[in-house]
């Protein structure tokens, strides 16, 4: 397909779409010496409420990446967590983590781009692929070609229809993500680096509230498995000091009294994956791909393995042979590494609401057992204990 009168231009790979999965991704190629064109209709990352706080695993990622460093300034360093149960600390971590707003992790990652690559305001409206070339038209009749489109457009699921992929739902409202900042009544500094706290009672539907630090202040992230018009919700969002005392009435106790100091944000939470037969020439990545429960903690994990696995590994092997052809988008869908952390990812996200949701007696009986082992553990005994307990249910390495 050819635009007459359009301005065209020619690269190695195209990344739509600059959230973290597309900056990242770009910011690897570039590194490895690839022309890339990172596109997106806007020209920096708008507060938006999406990941905001970096694990372990996902700080070693970009340590590897060589991107941490670009990262961390923005960011808060955390490394304990105390983990509570009924007002009762069970454990205490040592960790890596870094507290930080979704916005200001990509407008890093965009601001220290490699030279290779080269940031575009614009939106694509149309992918036209293909074994050998891929053309991409984005608007004001602007059209560029590659060899390859890395589609990194998170919920956003018009390309993938035109490419006559399918967005298919996994579990319909799987949960809603709560956020807000709070703050000591007394005005001093909390006395902890991030806490854990487990509620008792499975009535409200609750997994757990995260609090941690980001710049000055202590964020509050708290995942419900409920659907987001559920009046429940509503109340949340405009009682929420209220509506965390009755849900979570020990936590004044472990943390001293609090105030809720920010307006609630909440997003709700489809699990999804897209299906159907991969186009040559076009990969998807991230939330493209397929979207992760933030209960899970693995929303950047399975970013950040996508983008390993896809450009440490596939790109280089492809790019040594001519055409890009369905079988080596393949070859990325199954790899072993992506398709563990995919299943991982989704396995647990069931699992959590399973725990939290499920009234039968096997997950009554469940649901003791977690909560027995919470009460009485010691502090600092065992692993991490959902994946301990999961584990336990379903026999998984």
Same mark, same amino acid.
């Given at each position: ?296 903690? @693995? ?24 055409? @890009? ?73």
């Amino acid at each position: 397909m050819s635009l007459k009168g359009s301005q065209k231009r020619s690269t190695d790979i195209i990344v739509v779409g600059a959230g973290l999965a597309g900056s990242t991704a770009a910011a690897v190629l570039g590194q490895q010496g690839w022309r890339v064109l990172l596109v997106d209709p806007r020209p920096s990352c708008p507060p938006v409420f999406k990941a905001e706080k970096i694990e372990p695993e996902q700080a070693a990622s970009l340590r590897k990446f060589g991107l941490l460093s670009h990262i961390a300034p923005q960011a808060v360093r955390i490394r304990e967590v105390r983990t509570y149960y009924n007002g009762r600390l069970f454990r205490t971590t040592a960790i890596e983590q870094y507290g930080l707003y979704y916005c200001d992790m990509v407008n890093a990652m965009r601001a220290h781009l490699p030279a290779s690559v080269e940031f575009k305001l614009g939106r694509v409206v149309q992918i036209v692929n293909s074994p050998e070339l891929q053309r991409v038209k984005l608007d004001r009749d602007e059209e560029c070609t590659c060899r390859l489109v890395v589609l990194a457009s998170g919920l956003s699921a018009e390309i993938q229809s035109s490419l006559r992929l399918r967005r298919t739902i996994i579990q319909k409202n799987q949960s809603v993500a709560i956020a807000f900042t709070i703050a000591r009544r007394d005005g001093l500094p909390f006395l902890f680096d991030a806490v854990t706290y487990y509620p008792t009672s499975c009535a409200d539907s609750l997994d757990y509230l995260t609090l941690f630090p980001i710049g000055q202040t202590m964020r509050a992230n708290l995942f419900a498995f409920r659907n987001a018009t559920d009046p429940w919700v509503r109340q949340f969002t405009s009682e929420p000091g209220q509506m965390l005392e009755r849900c979570l009435p020990k936590l004044s106790r472990t943390i001293g009294e609090y105030r809720v100091a920010s307006k609630v944000e909440s997003s709700r939470i489809d699990l999804y994956r897209t299906e159907g037969d991969p186009p040559p020439g076009v990969v998807l990545i991230g939330d493209a791909s397929q979207n992760v429960c933030p209960s899970t903690a @693995m929303g950047l994990s399975k970013v950040f393995t996508d983008v390993d696995v896809l450009c440490s590994e596939c790109i280089p092997l492809w790019f040594g042979s001519p055409g @890009m052809d369905s079988d080596k988008v393949m070859s990325f869908c199954n790899h072993p590494r992506k398709r563990a952390t995919d299943v991982k990812a989704l396995q647990n996200a069931l699992y959590r609401r399973h725990t939290s949701t499920l009234r039968s007696l096997r997950w009554r009986v469940h649901r003791l057992r977690l909560h027995l082992s919470m009460q009485f553990r010691r502090p600092n005994r065992g692993a991490n204990l959902p994946q301990t307990a999961r584990k336990r249910l379903f026999g998984d390495d």
